[in-house]
């Protein structure tokens, strides 16, 4: 039996053992994957043993550049990427670039921002220049890191034409974004337990770009998502993570044919599946009171195999009282301190869910923050006033939609904030019946969450 393992720091939620696992097994190749977690100070002390013992292994996180000091030769990829992620006798590949080439993105004659100065940065810069792009800007935090990130790309490209720039800071970041046709995400940004994070300005991405985030916990991340609410292609990381291993596999294994198109087909559900049993993530349903965030939560919680919860019915159950009777015994203040700690309760809870929020959930900042700091994604359904006014109207059970005028306003004001606040969103009208207006929009609601 062949013996393969994964070297980085810290290793925690690494998919790659159920990924080359399934390709072995595909394969018929007979092997183990295992996870070594190294810390950089053992680096040294460790790689010669397992340079001789393993026959093969993948490099991650932190050490995909210190590692190459130890190998006795590089493939071209890694020496044009300066980081590898493979090493098979002692030779160091980067199959991380073939992953990435396999996203298929318009690297010619494009103009790329890139974030971050890491291995993948790297690598991403390097086949960026090797694709002909025309200029290569690099956002960092530290522009003296990011200088440093040029000169050594220049000295790996020493007769590329490629415009280089750097630069640091969210204003000069989005400047570049609006002149970039590519985005190409380099770093952590947005990871989960951080997935309220994203590493530009939301509002900043755009239809021109194509967006890159190697960033697959989760899938997708809100980077993706809202490039993809901009109307931008967005690809995230997890077809690449497929790729690189079934290509490491190859190198490990010559003479072994091995479909990496049928694997991805077949791995990508599967992974995606798992990645929300792991990590606890949420998705928020939002959006004007009768816009259907109950309906289509229902849908695509069942959809994605997630529990789903209805925030308004969690104040029934813990108030024991009715919306309207919170309201008039209680007053609105009392009924908003209830839905806070309600949702803190529930976008807290350990395992993923879609959640449907009340129409006035997100229209404070408290709340904003609170989905934020939780793992949350946010999706948006809107509809035109006239399309919910005709459900809403001389239906009981809603204490701020009695009156048409008053309710318009409502949601004049509370339109741009949803938008603005949303990670996603979906435009529906009364032109469909409920139920094609519910299928129509899980499906819309699918397709964003996609690889
Ligand atoms: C409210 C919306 C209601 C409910 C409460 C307040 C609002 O939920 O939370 O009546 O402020 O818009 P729906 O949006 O599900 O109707």
């Not at 996203?103 to 010619?108: F, N, R, V």
């Not at 800007?137 to 530290?142: A, E, Q």
């Not at 959930?361 to 999706?379: D, G, I």
């Amino acid at each position: 039996m062949k013996t393969f393992a994964l070297i980085g720091h810290p290793l925690g939620h690494s998919l790659s053992p159920e990924i080359h696992r399934a390709i072995m097994a595909s394969a018929g190749i007979d092997g183990s994957y295992d996870l070594l977690d190294i810390p950089p100070e053992d680096l040294p002390s460790r790689l010669p043993s397992l340079l001789r013992g393993l026959d093969g292994f993948n490099v991650t996180i932190p050490h995909k550049k210190s590692v190459i000091p130890f190998l006795s030769s590089l493939s071209p990829a890694a020496r044009r990427c300066g980081a590898v992620n493979t090493v098979h006798q002692s030779t160091g590949h980067n199959t991380d670039a073939v992953g990435f080439l396999a996203a298929s993105l318009p690297l010619s004659g494009a103009n790329v921002l890139l974030l971050g100065t890491g291995g993948v940065a790297s690598m991403m810069a390097a086949e960026s220049l090797a694709a002909g792009a025309a200029s290569l800007c690099v956002s960092t935090r530290n522009s003296a890191r990011g200088n440093a990130f040029l000169t050594d790309l220049r000295k790996r490209f020493p007769g590329s034409s490629c415009r280089l720039a750097a630069v640091s800071g969210p204003d000069a970041t989005a400047e570049a974004l609006a002149s970039a046709n590519i985005l190409l995400n380099g770093t952590p940004v947005g990871m989960w337990p951080r997935a309220g994070e994203i590493p530009v300005p939301p509002d900043a991405l755009h239809a021109g770009l194509s967006v890159f985030d190697p960033v697959y916990c989760p899938t997708p991340t809100r980077l993706v998502l809202n490039a993809r609410k901009h109307g931008a292609c967005a690809i995230g990381g997890l077809p690449m993570l497929v790729h690189q291993a079934v290509t490491a596999q190859q190198i490990w294994n010559p003479g072994i044919a091995i479909d990496a198109s049928a694997i991805a087909a077949k791995l990508l559900p599967t992974l995606v599946a798992a990645l929300w049993q792991k990590n606890p993530t949420k998705i928020l349903l939002t959006g004007f009171m009768a816009a259907g965030k109950t309906t289509v939560g229902r849908a695509l919680a069942r959809r994605l195999g997630v529990p789903f919860t209805d925030l308004d019915a969690e104040i029934v159950a813990a108030a024991g009282r009715s919306i309207p009777d919170i309201f008039a015994e209680s007053g609105e203040e009392t009924f908003r301190a209830l839905e806070r700690d309600t949702a803190r309760r529930v976008l807290e809870r350990p395992e993923s869910a879609v959640i449907a929020s009340g129409g006035g959930f997100p229209t404070y900042e408290a709340n904003r923050a609170l989905v934020r700091q939780t793992n949350t994604l946010v999706f948006h359904i809107d509809a035109p006033f006239e399309t919910l006014w005709k459900r809403l109207a001389g239906r009981p059970g809603r204490p701020l939609a009695r009156q048409q005028a008053e309710t318009a306003a409502l949601h004049v004001r509370r339109a741009p904030i949803y938008r603005a606040f949303c990670d996603f969103s979906a435009a529906t009208t009364n032109d469909l019946t409920p139920s094609a207006t519910t299928r129509l929009l899980a499906s819309t609601f699918r397709a964003a969450l996609s690889p």
